[in-house]
């Protein structure tokens, strides 16, 4: 079946880097895109920026673009969502979801915890 | 970035009431506007793309109107299940703002 799994969760010490992946499976990769979407605790959602499958163009959140990269592995059918100089206010739950056509985001995957602690 | 700006917060309602959540946008973002499902402890699940289309699966008792601007979603007769947190979303050009949230409570 058609789904996203997601790489398992990560402490982190402020200032570092981590690095998530999102490994799809069940559809044709390179036909659509991939969003990374995190989710503090209580909080709402925040949209972190997308990547083409098929060609690797990006479009990242202002507030993000200085410290987020995201890429993909075509040969895995994987995207990976890479963060750095990493705060206390990074600690989210990071979703990655599939962007298909004129749908929106249809397809999650189950979500990684990531929690910055010194 | 687009703002999303979504009303209620948080909305008291009893089973079989007319639930309506509004959305408005920024700037006009023609019909790129979602609506979504979380419950706790779990990804949000699509519900309606494109304003008005009714994602497969998902019940008829929701249904999404709106262009431009101003956007609702309606749930017509809410049922146990719908009890959770909604948000809007545009997805225009690439991007992906969220609303704030509406948590549907029971009353």
């Known amino acids: 079946q058609v789904q996203l799994v997601q790489s398992g969760a990560e402490v982190k010490k402020p200032g570092t880097s981590v690095k998530v992946s999102c490994k799809a499976s069940g559809y044709t990769f390179t036909g659509s895109g991939i969003s990374w979407v995190r989710q503090a605790p209580g909080q709402g959602l925040e949209w972190m920026g997308w990547i083409s499958a098929y060609n690797g163009n990006t479009n990242y959140a202002q507030k993000l673009q200085d410290r987020v990269t995201m890429t993909t592995d075509t040969s895995t059918s994987t995207a990976y969502m890479e963060l750095r100089s990493l705060r206390s206010d990074d600690t989210a739950v990071y979703y990655c979801?599939?962007?298909?056509?004129?749908?929106?985001?249809?397809?999650w995957g189950q979500g990684t915890v990531v929690t910055v602690s010194s | 970035d687009i703002q999303m700006t979504q009303s209620p917060s948080t909305l008291s309602a009893s089973v079989g009431d007319r639930v309506t959540i509004t959305c408005r946008a920024g700037q006009s973002i023609g019909n790129w506007l979602a609506w979504y499902q979380q419950k706790t402890g779990k990804a949000p699940n699509l519900l309606i793309y494109?304003?008005?289309t009714l994602q497969s699966g998902v019940p008829s008792r929701f249904s999404g109107s709106g262009s431009g601007t101003e956007f609702t979603l309606t749930i017509s007769s809410l049922q146990p299940d719908d009890f959770a947190t909604y948000y809007c979303?545009?997805?225009?050009?690439?991007?992906?703002?969220f609303g704030q949230g509406t948590k549907v409570e029971i009353k």
């Open positions: 494109k304003a008005s």
């Open positions: 979303q545009e997805y225009s050009s690439y991007s992906g703002t």
């Open positions: 979801a599939r962007k298909l056509g004129i749908l929106a985001f249809d397809i």
